[in-house]
C-alpha cells in the first residue's frame, strides 16, 4: 500500500502543492489586524474592506491603539500602518527603504519595466538630473510656455461657448506636452507618435502594477509575460528605443553637418541631451524617457485634475488668482521667480493636495528586523506605511472638510515655513519624507502654476451639474481624482493673456 502511495505521481504532486502553499504561506502579521472578521475564512470582507475603505480601517485602527502600530491585511500579505508621531523616526532609518518597496510593489527589474529599474538604479542618476537640473530651471520656462499655450488652445479650443472637457485625455495630453518639451526636446514634444507612445506607456505600467498584485508574490516574475498590460508595456519600450535612437542619431548629424560647414551647431537643453552629455549617464535614452514619463505624468496629471475641479468649484477664488497671476508675470516675466511667488495659486494647490492625499503615506519596505522605538519588531520583509489621515482632523485643521484656498497663505503669513506646496514637514507628508522625498516636486509645482496660469487667464471653468461631488474616491492606500467628475470650459472673450504670457 505505502509503496503504491509512494510510485503515485498525483501523490507527490500533493505533497509538492501541499509543501509550496506551507513555505509561501502569507507571514503571520506582528501587530493586530485591523480587518480580521469573525467567519471571514477566505479574507472576503478584509480585502473588500482594505481595498473600498482604507481611510476607515486606519481610523478604526488608531481609536482601538492610540498611537501605536497595527496591521491591515491586504492580498498576499499585510501592511503595517504607524502613528504620524514615529514619522520622523521613519525617515531617519536607512533599514526602511523605498527601493527595496519598489521593487516589491512596483516591479522595478521586471522586463519592460526598465522605467522603474531606471529610476530607482543604486546610481541615483535620474534622481540626480531632475534635482540638478529640471527643479527650478529659468532656461527650460520658455519652452514650457510655448508648449502650454499651443496644447491648451489645440486640446480646450477657442470656442466660447460652453464645453465639455474630453477630461481625461485632455489634462493628461496637456502635462504630457509641456513635460515632454524638458524631458525629450522639441523633435517629438508635440509628436503625435511619441505623445501616445508616453501616456499609453505611463498607463499601461500602472495598469500592469495593478493586475501583477493580483497575483501570489512568488508568481509574478512568471505571469507577468502574459498578462496584456505589462506585454504592451515591453512593447512599447522597445518601440521607444527605436524612436529615441532616431532622434539621437539625427542629433549627430545635425551636428555633424553644421561643423563641416563651420556653422554654429544647434543647442538642444532637455533631458535627452543632459543625459548624452554626461558621461557619467550609464542608462539608455530612452529608458530614461519613460522613467521620466512615469514619475511625472500620472502624479502630476492627477493633481492638476484636482486643482481643475476645486477651482471649477471655487468660483469665488478665481478673480484673485487672476489678479496674482497677472501681477506676478507682470514684474517677474515667465520665469521661476513668477510662479514662486504665486502664492495664493501654492496655497490653493495644497490645499487640493490635502484634501486628495491617500489616508497613509512614506510606505517602505523592512530589510532587517527593526525594532520601534516601543521595543517591539518590524520584522524583516515586511511593509509600512505612515498614517496620514490627521490631515482630513479637525485637531490639525480647523473645519477639515471646508476646502480653503486660503488656508496655508495664512500659515505662510503667519510664520510657517512648511506651508509652501513643495514643502514637506512631518504633518504634511504628501511627497514622502527623507532621502527618498520626492525629487521631482519642484519641477510640478512650476508646471502646474503655468498651466494653470494659462488656465485662469484665457479660460473660464465650471464643474458639470450632477457630474459627482469632486470628493477623491479611494482605491486601496491611493487617492484617486473621482473618475464621474465633468469639466466644462469657454474660453474668455478677451483674456489679455498675450500680454502676460508671451
Ligand atoms: C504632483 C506631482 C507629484 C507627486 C504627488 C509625487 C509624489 C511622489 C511620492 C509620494 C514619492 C515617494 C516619496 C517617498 O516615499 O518618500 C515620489 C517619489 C519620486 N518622484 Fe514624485 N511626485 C510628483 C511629481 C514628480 C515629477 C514631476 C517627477 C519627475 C520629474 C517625480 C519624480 C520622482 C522620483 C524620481 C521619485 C523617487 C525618489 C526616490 O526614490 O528617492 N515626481 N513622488
Known sequence: MIVDLASDIRVWLAVAVASAAYLLRP??????????????????????????????????????YPDKPFAIKVPYGYKIILPASLANWVKSKRELDHVQLVRDEYFAGLPGFESQTVLHHPDEYVKRMITTK??????TMPALNTALAAAIDDLWGPSQDWHMLNWHADTMGIIARAASTVFVGPEKSSDPEWLSLVQDYVLSYFGAVGDLHKYPV????????????????????????????????????????????????????????????????????????????????????????????????????????????????????????????????????????????PPAVVERAVLKDT????????????????DATHLGSKDVYPDPEEFDGYRFLHKREAG??????????????????????????????????????????????????????????????????????????KRRADDGAAEFLA
Not at 529640471?134 to 532656461?139: I, K
Not at 520665469?335 to 514662486?340: F, R
Not at 522605538?373 to 511593509?383: I, K, W, Y
Request: with cysteine; hydrophobic share 40%; glycine share 6%.
Open 371 to 386: 525594532a520601534l522605538p516601543d521595543g517591539r519588531v518590524l520584522p524583516h520583509g515586511s511593509h509600512l506605511l505612515v
Open 27 to 64: 507571514s503571520k502579521a506582528p501587530f493586530p489586524v485591523i480587518n480580521e472578521y469573525p467567519g471571514d475564512y477566505f479574507n472576503k470582507r478584509a480585502l473588500k474592506e482594505a481595498q473600498d475603505n482604507v481611510r476607515s480601517l486606519i481610523e478604526h485602527g488608531f481609536a482601538r
Open 416 to 489: 510657517d515655513k512648511s506651508s509652501s506646496f513643495v514643502q514637506s514637514s512631518p504633518d504634511f507628508l504628501v511627497f514622502g519624507a527623507g532621502r527618498h522625498i520626492c525629487p521631482g516636486r519642484f519641477f510640478a509645482a512650476n508646471e502646474l502654476k503655468l498651466a494653470l496660469a494659462h488656465i485662469l487667464l484665457k479660460y473660464d471653468i465650471r464643474h458639470a451639474e450632477g457630474s459627482g461631488d469632486g470628493k477623491p474616491w479611494s482605491s486601496g492606500f491611493f487617492a484617486v481624482v473621482n473618475p464621474l467628475v465633468k469639466v466644462e470650459v
Open 218 to 357: 512568488w508568481s509574478r516574475r512568471i505571469v507577468n509575460w502574459f498578462l496584456p498590460n505589462a506585454s504592451r508595456c515591453r512593447r512599447l519600450q522597445v518601440q521607444a528605443r527605436v524612436i529615441i535612437e532616431d532622434v539621437l542619431s539625427k542629433r549627430r548629424a545635425a551636428v555633424n553637418k553644421a561643423q563641416v560647414e563651420g556653422k554654429q551647431p544647434p543647442v538642444y537643453n532637455d533631458a535627452l541631451e543632459w543625459g548624452q552629455k554626461d558621461p557619467e549617464c550609464k542608462h539608455h535614452p530612452a529608458d530614461m524617457q519613460l522613467a521620466l514619463a512615469m514619475a511625472a505624468m500620472f502624479t502630476t496629471s492627477e493633481m492638476f485634475r484636482q486643482i481643475l475641479i476645486d477651482v471649477a468649484r471655487h468660483p469665488e477664488l478665481v478673480q484673485p488668482l487672476r489678479d496674482e497671476v497677472k501681477q506676478k508675470l507682470s514684474t517677474h516675466g515667465v520665469t521661476v521667480a513668477a510662479t514662486s511667488n504665486m502664492v495664493l495659486l501654492d496655497s490653493v494647490m495644497k490645499e487640493s493636495q490635502r484634501l486628495s492625499a
Open 134 to 139: 529640471l527643479g527650478q530651471n529659468d532656461s
